[in-house]
């Protein structure tokens, strides 16, 4: 039952992230820097506190007890993490938007899942999971062989992906905000993707690294709740000074777009639709939010171990995939492209299942 309650909130946080960017779509006459940051301030900076608020009592006293340096490698890792997430479009700009995102969401989960685990082999932790766990039990090779599995997946949508380029001939997109021709540089591309999904699985680094204020916040509630299992909310202090790494990087970045570009003025601009326009920014940000609220959810039940960041990025790949298909993203294309998306959809389907059982040979 704990494995089957994990998966389920790991598909809410991943559908909450594959969807997020739909009411970014109603924002009517801001540029991309002004929308993306003022959902980014609910994201990073008003709903995480508010979260902790809810269901973490005296949260902010636990963040001020904890040693300086973990809070600076807590810090420190949301900070590359929103690094890998600027660099993205980077890497869709030079190796176009199937093979640039197949790149960098695949190093993002390999090295997300797989990193800690290698690291706690070399500094053993009571409870966590080593690679040598992984590679030498059953459960941990089938995970492993889920790992594998959603891979492919990701490999098929990729090649679906650069299908459908070849045959509407489109324009790459900037996920950053600008429409661009993709500027083809396999060296420089390949360069950069690994760059972004390096830093944008330090999300999950830094959860491990912030894992003491989250441990902290689970023995108070087992304190009051014996016998109930693990915390399910403990993660939500340790988020807060994940976002605000992240924060940091996106905050600079869309400030020097609004400077460059001139976009200042679009926060006052009445000549649009001011009222609605945040109020859409602000229930993307806070969707946005929700990935990781689940995922702390989900990973309570699983543990922060590969299992639980191989299920968040299926899932978000998952449902990312499935808006495509609802919102008719593949129409016009070959029947030969459409059966490879669906095909790589459907192995991503498998490597959760996979993965769910292999937690519950766990």
């Avoid at 809410?12 to 929308?35: C, D, H, L, N, R």
């Avoid at 199937?98 to 993002?108: K, N, R, V």
């Avoid at 806070?286 to 039940?301: D, P």
Wanted: proline share 2%.
């Amino acid at each position: 039952m704990q494995v089957i309650l994990g998966i389920f909130y790991h598909f809410v946080g991943g559908f909450a992230s594959g969807s997020f960017y739909i009411p970014f779509k109603k924002v009517k006459g801001w540029a991309w820097e002004t929308y993306w940051i003022i959902g980014g301030l609910f994201s990073w900076l008003i709903v995480p506190p508010l979260a902790a608020f809810l269901t973490i009592p005296d949260f902010f006293s636990i963040i001020r007890s904890t040693e300086g340096a973990i809070l600076g490698y807590t810090y420190l890792f949301g900070l590359l993490w929103g690094i890998g997430g600027l660099t993205y479009g980077l890497g869709v700009r030079y190796l176009g938007v199937s093979l640039g995102s197949s790149i960098i969401l695949g190093l993002t989960m390999v090295l997300g899942a797989l990193i800690p685990s290698v690291y706690y082999n070399f500094f053993p932790k009571e409870g966590k999971d080593t690679f040598s766990m992984l590679v030498s039990s059953q459960w941990g090779l089938t995970v492993l062989a889920g790992l594998l599995i959603c891979i492919l997946g990701i490999v098929l949508c990729g090649r679906a992906g650069t299908m459908k380029e070849k045959e509407l001939k489109t324009a790459g997109v900037d996920p950053h905000g600008n429409t661009v021709k993709t500027e083809y540089k396999f060296g420089l591309g390949l360069l950069v993707s690994i760059i972004s999904g390096v830093l944008s699985a330090c999300f999950n680094y830094a959860i491990e690294a912030g894992k003491s204020m989250a441990e902290i916040a689970n023995a108070a509630w087992k304190a009051d709740h014996p016998n109930q299992g693990e915390f399910l909310f403990q993660n939500n202090v340790t988020y807060i000074v994940i976002l605000w790494g992240g924060l940091t990087t996106n905050l600079i970045w869309c400030m020097f777009l609004n400077a460059r570009n001139k976009t200042f003025g679009d926060y006052t601009n009445r000549k649009t639709p001011l009222l609605s326009n945040y109020l859409f920014s602000a229930l993307a940000g806070t969707t946005w939010f929700l990935q990781f609220f689940f995922y702390g959810m989900g990973e309570s039940r699983l543990g922060n171990g590969a299992s639980s960041w191989i299920l968040h990025m299926a899932f978000i790949i998952l449902i990312a995939n499935l808006w495509g298909i609802i919102l008719k993203e593949w129409k016009g294309v070959s029947k030969k492209t459409v059966n490879t998306i669906i095909a790589g959809i459907a192995a991503i389907i498998a490597a959760v299942l996979v993965v769910g059982y292999g937690n519950s040979l766990k």
